[in-house]
């Protein structure tokens, strides 16, 4: 079985940064794709950034791109999302989820099957 447990949000002006942190255990083989995802108020949770861990290849949403960083740290079993330039229209609940496998959409919600409870996000304008 595999646990995931966010850290790291909070509330912030337009502009600022947060590090998300996902704190994972259980067998690493079952997660191997690790993704980030949000979901605002009213609308469908999104993909936002994922990572093969094994060989570190990422992928990124639109919206994001130059704006958010994923990595990991193997030896602490723990994934990052490093968010810059935080807009409003980042508000959201943001999740972690991981997959041993991919389908060749890591940021489809339906591929993941470990999920975390969330790490409230909020930015201010």
């Known amino acids: 079985q595999v646990q995931l447990v966010e850290s790291g949000g909070g509330s912030v002006q337009a502009g600022g940064s947060l590090r998300l942190s996902c704190a994972a255990s259980?067998?690493?083989?079952?997660?191997?794709?690790m993704g980030w995802f949000r979901q605002a108020p009213g609308k469908e949770r999104e993909g936002v950034a994922a990572i093969y861990t094994g060989v570190g290849s990422t992928y990124y949403a639109n919206s994001v791109k130059g704006r958010f960083t994923i990595s990991r740290d193997s030896a602490k079993n723990t994934v990052y999302l490093q968010m810059n330039s935080l807009k409003p229209e980042d508000t959201a609940m943001y999740y972690c989820?991981?997959?041993?496998?991919?389908?060749?959409?890591?940021?489809?919600?339906?591929?993941?099957?470990?999920w975390g409870q969330g790490t409230q996000v909020t930015v201010s304008s």
């Open positions: 259980g067998a690493t083989y079952m997660r191997n794709f």
């Open positions: 989820a991981g997959t041993p496998y991919s389908l060749g959409s890591p940021l489809l919600q339906s591929e993941y099957k470990y």
